[in-house]
């Protein structure tokens, strides 16, 4: 587990265990937002449940189908008829959804 550098918003994600239901794969875990290092509270969605694609993790290759490797991220929000970050409803379109862009370490050199 990559920990959080304690600078800025950071969200921690904790993978917990993968479940197989016949060729379907998913990794399911936990998040947190953090401020500043302390666990962000008091605003629905700062802590909850995650589901990724199947591990290990894979960069090197777009549309791998599987999860993001471990590391620092820029984050991103969406607003789109697929996928949202904010505005979406339990069991109907648009997904909640988060995206992330090229690690942090690599964006900073």
């Not at 875990?29 to 290092?37: A, E, L, R």
């Not at 820029?74 to 008829?81: D, K, Q």
Request: charged fraction near 15%; proline fraction near 6%.
């Amino acid at each position: 587990m990559t920990p959080i550098s304690g600078n800025g918003c950071e969200l921690l994600v904790v993978r917990q265990v993968e479940h197989v239901r016949g060729t379907r794969y998913r990794t399911v875990g936990t998040y947190q937002v953090f401020h500043n290092g302390t666990a962000a509270k008091g605003l629905p969605g700062l802590s909850g449940f995650v589901c990724e694609s199947r591990g290990p993790g894979d960069n090197s290759t777009a549309q791998s189908n599987r999860r993001v490797e471990p590391g620092s991220y820029a984050l991103a929000t969406l607003a789109g008829e697929h996928h949202a970050t904010f505005g979406y409803a339990a069991r109907r379109r648009p997904n909640p959804d988060l995206s992330c862009a090229t690690p942090a370490s690599a964006a900073k050199s």
